[in-house]
C-alpha cells in the first residue's frame, strides 16, 4: 500500500465548475501536510498547507481529518490556468516529504 | 532571487559512466534533500542533510552518495549509472523543519542513462 494515495485522474472540468480532489495516507506519525502543484513536469510548487480547522486561499480550500487521516482540496470556480497536477504531500521527521503520485486536472473553456 | 539551482539541466549518460549532479541553495537554509521523479510515481527522496557535514538515507538511496561540505551545497553522485536511473532529480531545501513551511524546489535535472 502506498503511503499517500491519490486519485490520478485526470478529472476534465469546465471553466467555473467546482472540483474536489482528495489523499488518504497511512503513516499516522505524519507532521504536516501540504498541497503541491507540478505543471507538465516542473519543479513541485507549494500551493497550500493543510490544516485540521481547514484552510483557505482564494477559490482553494483544504480540510484535514487526522482521525481518517484524510485530506482534501476543493477548487471554486475553476480557470483554465488551474489545469495541472495536484500533488498530496505529507511530512515526517526533518520535514521528509511523502508525495502522493498526484492528481491531474484539466479545465476546458 | 535564485533560491534553489540544479546543474546540469538535462545530461546523457552511458550505463557505467559516474557524474555529480549539483544543488545550490542562496537562503541560507538548513536542510536539503534529493528527490528523483518517474512516470506514474510521486517523487521519492534519496538523500537527505540536516546540516553542513551531514548526510542521511531516503526511502531509495541505493546507486547514489551524497555530501554536504557547504551549507549552500549538497551534491548527488552516480557513481556506476545504471538504465534504472533514467528520471528527474529535485533538490529542495527549507530552513524549518517540524513546520508547516515549505521545502523550495529547484527545477530539476533530467538524466537519462543508455
Known amino acids: 500500500r502506498k503511503e499517500v494515495e491519490q486519485d490520478p485522474g485526470p478529472f476534465n472540468v469546465p471553466e467555473g465548475a467546482t472540483v474536489a480532489f482528495n489523499c488518504t495516507y497511512s503513516n499516522s506519525a505524519s507532521q504536516s501536510f501540504f498541497w503541491y502543484r507540478q505543471d507538465c513536469r516542473k519543479e513541485p510548487k507549494l500551493l497550500m498547507s493543510?490544516?485540521?480547522s481547514g484552510n483557505e486561499d482564494g477559490r482553494f480550500t483544504a480540510q484535514l481529518n487526522r482521525a481518517s487521516q484524510y485530506i482534501s482540496l476543493l477548487i471554486r470556480d475553476s480557470k483554465l490556468s488551474d489545469s495541472a497536477t495536484y500533488l498530496c504531500v505529507v511530512a515526517t521527521g526533518f520535514q521528509k516529504l511523502v508525495f502522493g503520485t498526484g492528481t491531474r486536472l484539466l479545465v476546458s473553456p | 532571487n535564485a533560491g534553489v539551482t540544479q546543474t546540469p539541466k538535462f545530461r546523457v549518460l552511458k550505463t557505467g559512466q559516474s557524474m555529480t549532479l549539483l544543488c545550490a541553495q542562496d537562503?541560507?537554509?538548513?536542510?536539503m534533500y534529493w528527490y528523483r521523479q518517474d512516470p506514474g510515481m510521486g517523487l521519492r527522496l534519496i538523500h537527505y542533510s540536516v546540516g553542513e557535514g551531514t548526510t542521511a538515507k531516503g526511502e531509495v538511496p541505493d546507486g547514489y552518495n551524497v555530501s554536504r561540505l557547504k551549507k549552500q551545497n549538497f551534491l548527488l553522485g552516480l557513481e556506476s549509472a545504471a538504465p534504472s536511473q533514467t528520471s528527474v532529480y529535485f533538490c529542495a531545501s527549507t530552513d524549518r523543519p517540524y513546520s508547516n513551511q515549505p521545502q523550495h524546489f529547484g527545477d530539476g535535472t533530467r538524466l537519462s542513462i543508455l
Open positions: 493543510v490544516y485540521s
Open positions: 537562503m541560507n537554509h538548513e536542510y
